[in-house]
């Protein structure tokens, strides 16, 4: 896109300068997404996964996107990283806490079974 004011964008205007956010990350990210979700279907003989997390304070980077999904689990502390509220986290649904899980773009939230085995991100 080019703008009118061209002695002020033109470097805009010389080429194209798309970003693109490209990760071999992403297909693992939707495997184990679709892992854990599988869960939450009720089929028979399937019991729900409890889920448990936790955030990797030294992989955080504040982007904040736990905070917007999730206000009442996440929260950012004085040093901006996210904390989670345990409490909530525990009542939670699955769902929302895999969504939470892939929108983080640091991969520093942390999901684990009920036996303590890291699902997300693997």
Not at 16 to 37: F, H, I, L, N, Q
Not at 64 to 88: G, M, Q, R, W, Y
Request: hydrophobic share 40%; proline share 3%; charged share 25%.
């Amino acid at each position: 896109m080019c703008f009118s004011n061209k002695r002020a964008f033109s470097a805009l205007c010389e080429g194209d300068y798309t970003v693109k956010r490209e990760s071999p990350k992403w297909g693992d990210m939707r495997k184990a997404s679709s892992y854990g979700r599988q869960f939450n279907r009720g089929a028979k003989g399937v019991e729900a996964m409890k889920i448990r997390v936790k955030v990797d304070r030294s992989a955080c980077i504040g982007a904040a996107e736990c905070t917007l999904i999730a206000p009442h689990i996440f929260s950012l502390d004085a040093e901006n990283k996210a904390v989670v509220n345990e409490e909530a986290a525990a009542q939670a649904d699955e769902a929302l806490l895999w969504e939470v899980a892939d929108s983080c773009p640091a991969l520093a939230i942390i999901l684990y079974d009920e036996n303590g085995d890291q699902v997300y991100p693997q």
